[in-house]
């Protein structure tokens, strides 16, 4: 009787939590990538790839942030002049450091 309890209980805590595996994801690590835009139908190809970021440093009550992450500027270090499509990029620690990158593409 005793084993079935605590096996009850421990099917319970488990379907209790598992709502809440969704909440702290990325909180530890985060690092993804998506599209700035999604009509990809009759863009071509880019022949160069240039990228900008900007850095994000957060603690507590002192936030810096440095660098920039627009895509004028992405462009001009690649010496891009017609950006075809970009891409966003963001990779987090523990949410005291954070990077967003803006990846170009163009001719």
């Known amino acids: 009787m005793r084993r079935t309890s605590s096996r009850v209980a421990c099917l319970a ?3 209790v939590c598992l709502p809440l ?3 702290i994801t ?3 690590y ?3 990538v ?5 009509n990809f139908q009759e863009t071509p190809a880019g022949s160069r790839e240039g990228s900008a970021s900007v850095k994000d440093l957060n603690l507590q009550y002192v936030r810096v ?3 920039g992450n627009d895509i004028g500027r992405a462009a001009q270090k690649a ?3 017609e950006v075809l499509y970009a891409d966003r990029e963001v990779f987090m620690i523990l949410g005291l ?6 990846r170009i593409y163009g001719r």
């Open 65 to 67: 942030m440095w660098d």
């Open 26 to 28: 990325g909180i530890v």
């Open 97 to 102: 450091w954070r990077q967003d990158y803006v």
């Open 21 to 23: 595996g969704g909440c």
């Open 34 to 38: 998506e599209p700035l835009d999604v």
């Open 79 to 81: 010496g891009i002049n």
């Open 30 to 32: 985060q690092h993804t």
């Open 13 to 15: 805590a488990l379907l």
